[in-house]
């Protein structure tokens, strides 16, 4: 009504299909449009900045032109859609990355260069994405870039955070947070879409449908609106372009403007500040729950809208409700978008007028959920009384859920109570609680975990009586993976140059089983040289990183070590500082010519902890304390330096993991459920120091034991040792002791604030089984010293391994859920273009 009707223009159209040429003067012209039109700059006042701002947005034009195309192509043909609910997406950058897959990197270094600017300097004016705290909003990043790479038609949906993943200050050796105020400027990689947009209910009552008693009215009269931002997200080698469409909270229809007449300016915008806030911040929290009653808002609006979008495009096909599973896959990454089930089970039943057993059987065929940790204090929960009152229909679907699930299972297993308890999705504790992956479980067709051993963990213990109800087919694993565009060949050119003048062309980076003829150049003698330099290379470009971001010096020709994740006690950071006090402790007991013998090493950590996890951050104080001491002792030198690096990101690590020769992936076993920064640092030609945990297992079954360091007690044991610790004293080693002795003596400061560090190991039962695996750890540290010194093997180890990573990409990953979960296969636009 009052549009005009849609282009009946031939011209028109074919202007729109036709590729903008790719010649240096239309990406000139193009620049320049943007600088002056734009920007309203003249290239005179052009800083590095604003050719940052001018270029992306001509970048961005290509990829909205091929994002329009896509999606008209997907809609033609009727495809099948993927939809990855996900509240992160850690997506870092996008100008290098999106270069490199329009394959214009080349071009417009040369644009840029004619005027006076290097691409490298241009690309470090961007600021990182960071909607996500670590692995599972980074997994989400790489899935959604394999879809496009792999023409599957697959939108990312989640929320556009005001304010991403804070900022990390270290301020005296301590944590301190700053807000990340990312769309500060100007955001080229994002496209508002005022038109999209849907309003969003909470609190109220209900009516009951006289004459279906299941179905209800639910009136309120506080709706929030959602709209939607798009992030295009291009494919590699393929003109494919997917899109991740992310909800802001739109506040102008919350003004009050007869407050505001009465001269209560507070009031007249008390409704917009508490719009707002449900998109303001992401919850910085990594494998833990905290239970807020605004993060289970934020959840709410994030399912309610994505749920109203995927459902009013498939009503544009005009086929029956019923039919969505035909047209639509939605995978839950983890339990934070699962009120999408009883989202979707509202619309169908209130709205769209199903009965029950049809919108069940709609919904089940829908959705897929992933699970990524057994930690018991990152299982979502949510008190049925503030379920009840924020969301009292969404309420009553669970209960009606249950109710027939607990009655299905009545059936079948008659009189056992003990088993109705343990599987219903209430809790019936002192407050009766939600248990959020019970009804992600019972809402979704297929389970999984996301590396074999956490599959087999998840079957033997959270859904150890489902899989008994429900099958065992339902429950599977999807072993991760990560993308090899932005973790190889973004981040380490070098290396990537190598590799494509080893396979022949640029084939390998949509495609790794192409390493495995790297396999072939591991007795080259120029191959290995080249791949040495490259690291080497790497490594120098590290450390004038950490010279610019910390002021310390370090030098290339060390072993570089790095341990880089979120700071956690189960990931034992602490545990790798006790071993760094303890070599220092060796060193400082040792002569100087002792010494001048010793390997030298560049322990490098980085990560953020959670706000309010105390014992985190105090390791942190406790790194950068033993750094101070370390660096700054001459008599140690550049035998041991200890690095913190500050405000770790996606940016930071795509400099931090090409350059590391050992990283350590050492979780207590059976605590992490997959991992995948190991996946990165390996396929960057390191090695990993790790716990038999998560996918180190695959990686090394893939790399062979000769190319990997294991150590530490094995999951089934952890149990055993776990309850012998709690009735007995921890007994640490003499090289944990000495380390413990150290930092008691005042060594690295005042003891008394790191005492509680020593006392969760020694009085606190050691959870986390430092006392067992610390002797393991030192002695798998000087097995990879002695390999280190064997400088060739090394180099070898290193090529075997990239040329055994195949199985890590996650366009490997995405194929497997596209076959066995979504199924749905590839519809590629146009020709590919590799
Ligand atoms: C798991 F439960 C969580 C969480 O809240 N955040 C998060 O990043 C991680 N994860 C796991 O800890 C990793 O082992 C795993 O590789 C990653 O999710 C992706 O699956």
Redesign the pocket.
Same mark, same amino acid.
């Given at each position: 009504q009052g549009k005009t009707p849609a282009c009946e223009d031939n011209e028109f159209r074919a202007y729109s299909h036709s590729e903008i040429a790719r010649d240096a003067a239309t990406i000139k012209n193009s620049v320049v449009m943007h600088l002056t039109t734009t920007f309203l700059r003249t290239p005179d006042s052009m800083d590095s900045g604003h050719a940052y701002l001018a270029s992306a947005f001509s970048v961005r034009d290509r990829l909205l032109q091929r994002w329009n195309l896509t999606n008209e192509y997907h809609s033609n043909i009727g495809a099948k859609t993927i939809y990855y609910m996900s509240l #992160?997406f850690l997506v870092g950058r996008t100008f290098d990355n999106a270069l490199l897959a329009l394959q214009l990197r080349d071009e417009y270094a040369g644009v840029l260069g004619d005027v006076g600017f290097r691409l490298e300097d241009i690309i470090d004016e961007e600021r990182d994405a960071a909607l996500? *705290?670590?692995?599972?909003? !980074?997994?989400a990043a790489c899935y959604v870039d394999s879809m496009a790479s792999s023409n599957y038609p697959g939108w990312g949906y989640g929320l556009r955070y005001r304010y991403g993943m804070f900022q990390q200050q270290i301020i005296n050796g301590y944590q301190v947070e700053a807000p990340d105020c990312w769309l500060d400027s100007p955001n080229p990689w994002e496209f508002p879409r005022a038109d999209v947009t849907y309003p969003v209910k909470f609190y109220g009552h209900l009516v009951r449908d006289p004459e279906v008693s299941y179905r209800y009215k639910w009136e309120s009269n506080v709706v929030y609106d959602a709209m939607a931002f798009d992030m295009p997200v291009p494919g590699y080698g393929t003109e494919n372009v997917g899109n991740i469409r992310l909800w802001s909270c739109k506040t102008n229809g919350l003004f009050d403007l007869n407050k505001f007449n009465a001269g209560d300016y507070q009031g007249a915008t008390g409704g917009q500040v508490a719009a707002q806030i449900l998109t303001d911040v992401l919850y910085p *929290?990594? *494998?833990?729950n905290e239970g807020k009653e605004l993060r289970l808002r934020q959840e709410f609006l994030f399912c309610s809208a994505t749920l109203q979008d995927i459902i009013a495009r498939f009503k544009k096909t005009g086929k029956p409700m019923t039919q969505l599973p035909e047209l639509a896959a939605i995978q839950l990454n983890?339990t934070h978008p699962t009120l999408g089930i009883p989202e979707l089970m509202r619309i169908l039943i209130d709205e769209e007028g199903l009965s029950w057993d049809e919108a069940w059987d709609t919904t089940t065929k829908t959705f897929a959920f992933? *699970? +990524?940790?057994v930690?018991p204090e =990152?299982m979502e929960k949510w008190p049925v009384p503030m379920m009840d009152k924020i969301l009292p229909r969404h309420m009553g679907i669970i209960y009606d859920i249950n109710l027939f699930f607990l009655q299905s299972v009545e059936e079948r297993f008659p009189k056992d109570r003990e088993l109705l308890r343990n599987i219903s999705i209430i809790e019936e504790s002192n407050s009766q609680q939600v248990r959020m992956a019970y009804l992600a479980c019972v809402g979704s067709h297929k389970v999984n975990g996301? =590396?074999a051993i +956490?599959s087999d963990i998840i079957k033997q213990t959270i859904f150890k009586d489902f899989v008994r109800i429900q099958g065992e087919d339902k429950f599977i694993n999807k072993t991760?993976g990560v993308s090899p565009r932005r973790w190889v060949n973004e981040c380490n050119p070098d290396m990537s140059r190598l590799i494509t003048e080893a396979v022949g062309d640029r084939s390998w980076i949509n495609d790794l089983t192409k390493l495995k003829v790297l396999e072939s150049k591991v007795d080259d003698k120029e191959f290995r040289q080249s791949w040495w330099e490259a690291k080497q290379k790497n490594k120098a470009r590290l450390a004038e990183y950490i010279l610019a971001t910390t002021g310390i010096n370090v030098s290339p020709d060390a072993l570089f070590d790095v341990q880089v994740k !979120?700071i +956690?006690e189960y990931k034992r950071q602490l545990m790798n500082i006790l071993g760094v006090i303890y070599r220092y402790h060796r060193l400082k007991q040792m002569s100087a010519a002792e010494r001048t013998k010793e390997l030298h090493r560049v322990v490098v950590f980085a990560g953020k902890a959670a706000a309010g996890y105390w014992v985190a951050k105090q390791v942190i104080k406790l790194i950068n304390s033993v750094a101070e001491v370390v660096n700054s002792d001459e008599e140690i030198g550049d035998v041991l330096k200890v690095v913190f690096i500050p405000d770790y990101s996606v940016t930071a690590a795509e400099y931090i993991i090409p350059a590391s020769d050992i990283s350590q992936h050492i979780?207590t076993a059976g605590t #992490? =459920?997959?991992?995948?920064s190991n996946m990165k640092f390996v396929l960057n030609g390191g090695i990993i120091l790790g716990t038999v945990d998560? =996918?180190n297992i695959e990686i090394g079954e893939e790399v062979g034991e000769e190319q990997i360091f294991f150590f530490g007690c094995l999951a089934h044991e952890v149990d055993e040792f776990r309850h012998y610790l709690r009735f007995h004293q921890p007994k640490p080693d003499e090289a944990l002791q000495a380390a413990f002795d150290m930092i008691q003596s005042n060594t690295f400061g005042d003891a008394h604030i790191f005492q509680p560090l020593i006392d969760a190991v020694l009085c606190g039962g050691d959870v986390y089984l430092l006392t067992v695996d610390f002797p393991s750890y030192v002695e798998a540290h000087k097995a990879v010293e002695a390999a280190y010194r064997q400088h060739d093997d090394w180099v070898t180890k290193s090529i075997l391994s990239v040329s055994r990573m195949a199985k890590f990409s996650s366009d490997r990953a995405v194929q497997e859920y596209a076959e066995e979960i979504w199924n749905i296969e590839p519809a590629p636009v146009g020709k590919s273009t590799v």
């Amino acid at each position: 009504q009052g549009k005009t009707p849609a282009c009946e223009d031939n011209e028109f159209r074919a202007y729109s299909h036709s590729e903008i040429a790719r010649d240096a003067a239309t990406i000139k012209n193009s620049v320049v449009m943007h600088l002056t039109t734009t920007f309203l700059r003249t290239p005179d006042s052009m800083d590095s900045g604003h050719a940052y701002l001018a270029s992306a947005f001509s970048v961005r034009d290509r990829l909205l032109q091929r994002w329009n195309l896509t999606n008209e192509y997907h809609s033609n043909i009727g495809a099948k859609t993927i939809y990855y609910m996900s509240l #992160e997406f850690l997506v870092g950058r996008t100008f290098d990355n999106a270069l490199l897959a329009l394959q214009l990197r080349d071009e417009y270094a040369g644009v840029l260069g004619d005027v006076g600017f290097r691409l490298e300097d241009i690309i470090d004016e961007e600021r990182d994405a960071a909607l996500g *705290n670590g692995g599972l909003g !980074r997994l989400a990043a790489c899935y959604v870039d394999s879809m496009a790479s792999s023409n599957y038609p697959g939108w990312g949906y989640g929320l556009r955070y005001r304010y991403g993943m804070f900022q990390q200050q270290i301020i005296n050796g301590y944590q301190v947070e700053a807000p990340d105020c990312w769309l500060d400027s100007p955001n080229p990689w994002e496209f508002p879409r005022a038109d999209v947009t849907y309003p969003v209910k909470f609190y109220g009552h209900l009516v009951r449908d006289p004459e279906v008693s299941y179905r209800y009215k639910w009136e309120s009269n506080v709706v929030y609106d959602a709209m939607a931002f798009d992030m295009p997200v291009p494919g590699y080698g393929t003109e494919n372009v997917g899109n991740i469409r992310l909800w802001s909270c739109k506040t102008n229809g919350l003004f009050d403007l007869n407050k505001f007449n009465a001269g209560d300016y507070q009031g007249a915008t008390g409704g917009q500040v508490a719009a707002q806030i449900l998109t303001d911040v992401l919850y910085p *929290n990594d *494998n833990t729950n905290e239970g807020k009653e605004l993060r289970l808002r934020q959840e709410f609006l994030f399912c309610s809208a994505t749920l109203q979008d995927i459902i009013a495009r498939f009503k544009k096909t005009g086929k029956p409700m019923t039919q969505l599973p035909e047209l639509a896959a939605i995978q839950l990454n983890d339990t934070h978008p699962t009120l999408g089930i009883p989202e979707l089970m509202r619309i169908l039943i209130d709205e769209e007028g199903l009965s029950w057993d049809e919108a069940w059987d709609t919904t089940t065929k829908t959705f897929a959920f992933t *699970n +990524h940790t057994v930690l018991p204090e =990152a299982m979502e929960k949510w008190p049925v009384p503030m379920m009840d009152k924020i969301l009292p229909r969404h309420m009553g679907i669970i209960y009606d859920i249950n109710l027939f699930f607990l009655q299905s299972v009545e059936e079948r297993f008659p009189k056992d109570r003990e088993l109705l308890r343990n599987i219903s999705i209430i809790e019936e504790s002192n407050s009766q609680q939600v248990r959020m992956a019970y009804l992600a479980c019972v809402g979704s067709h297929k389970v999984n975990g996301v =590396a074999a051993i +956490h599959s087999d963990i998840i079957k033997q213990t959270i859904f150890k009586d489902f899989v008994r109800i429900q099958g065992e087919d339902k429950f599977i694993n999807k072993t991760n993976g990560v993308s090899p565009r932005r973790w190889v060949n973004e981040c380490n050119p070098d290396m990537s140059r190598l590799i494509t003048e080893a396979v022949g062309d640029r084939s390998w980076i949509n495609d790794l089983t192409k390493l495995k003829v790297l396999e072939s150049k591991v007795d080259d003698k120029e191959f290995r040289q080249s791949w040495w330099e490259a690291k080497q290379k790497n490594k120098a470009r590290l450390a004038e990183y950490i010279l610019a971001t910390t002021g310390i010096n370090v030098s290339p020709d060390a072993l570089f070590d790095v341990q880089v994740k !979120r700071i +956690h006690e189960y990931k034992r950071q602490l545990m790798n500082i006790l071993g760094v006090i303890y070599r220092y402790h060796r060193l400082k007991q040792m002569s100087a010519a002792e010494r001048t013998k010793e390997l030298h090493r560049v322990v490098v950590f980085a990560g953020k902890a959670a706000a309010g996890y105390w014992v985190a951050k105090q390791v942190i104080k406790l790194i950068n304390s033993v750094a101070e001491v370390v660096n700054s002792d001459e008599e140690i030198g550049d035998v041991l330096k200890v690095v913190f690096i500050p405000d770790y990101s996606v940016t930071a690590a795509e400099y931090i993991i090409p350059a590391s020769d050992i990283s350590q992936h050492i979780s207590t076993a059976g605590t #992490e =459920a997959s991992g995948t920064s190991n996946m990165k640092f390996v396929l960057n030609g390191g090695i990993i120091l790790g716990t038999v945990d998560g =996918a180190n297992i695959e990686i090394g079954e893939e790399v062979g034991e000769e190319q990997i360091f294991f150590f530490g007690c094995l999951a089934h044991e952890v149990d055993e040792f776990r309850h012998y610790l709690r009735f007995h004293q921890p007994k640490p080693d003499e090289a944990l002791q000495a380390a413990f002795d150290m930092i008691q003596s005042n060594t690295f400061g005042d003891a008394h604030i790191f005492q509680p560090l020593i006392d969760a190991v020694l009085c606190g039962g050691d959870v986390y089984l430092l006392t067992v695996d610390f002797p393991s750890y030192v002695e798998a540290h000087k097995a990879v010293e002695a390999a280190y010194r064997q400088h060739d093997d090394w180099v070898t180890k290193s090529i075997l391994s990239v040329s055994r990573m195949a199985k890590f990409s996650s366009d490997r990953a995405v194929q497997e859920y596209a076959e066995e979960i979504w199924n749905i296969e590839p519809a590629p636009v146009g020709k590919s273009t590799v």
